[in-house]
């Protein structure tokens, strides 16, 4: 099994950035598509980012596009999310999670981690 700690979040002004970092264990780490999700109060769990195994591809939900940057690292079992322009509505508890195929779909994540605060102030 994959297990999952993301760390990075923090309090930060609109406009300001902030990396996220989302460590995994297990070899097979590369075999994973990992993916970024996020819950802000009241709302649903949605999906930010991904990254595909090995090809490195990489995709994003349209309300983060030109803003944020997913990548990973396989040889330290490591994703991370770069988030620049940040918005008061990017608040949001940030999670990440492994799949076994590409997807956006939440329910299709097999492992996940226990989530990140970010807030962003206006």
């Known amino acids: 099994q994959v297990q999952l700690v993301e760390s990075g979040g923090g309090l930060v002004q609109s406009g300001g950035s902030l990396r996220l970092s989302c460590a995994a264990s297990?070899?097979?780490?590369?075999?994973?598509?990992m993916g970024w999700f996020r819950q802000a109060p009241g709302k649903e769990r949605e999906f930010v980012a991904g990254?595909?195994?090995?090809?490195?591809?990489?995709y994003y939900a349209d309300f983060v596009k030109g803003r944020f940057t997913i990548s990973r690292d396989d040889a330290k079992n490591t994703v991370y999310l770069q988030m620049n322009s940040l918005k008061p509505e990017d608040t949001a508890v940030y999670y990440c999670?492994?799949?076994?195929?590409?997807?956006?779909?939440?329910?299709?994540?097999?492992?996940w981690g226990q989530g990140t605060q970010v807030t962003v102030s206006s």
């Open positions: 297990g070899r097979t780490f590369s075999r994973y598509t």
């Open positions: 990254s595909k195994w090995r090809a490195g591809g990489t």
């Open positions: 999670a492994a799949a076994q195929s590409v997807t956006v779909v939440e329910r299709e994540y097999d492992y």
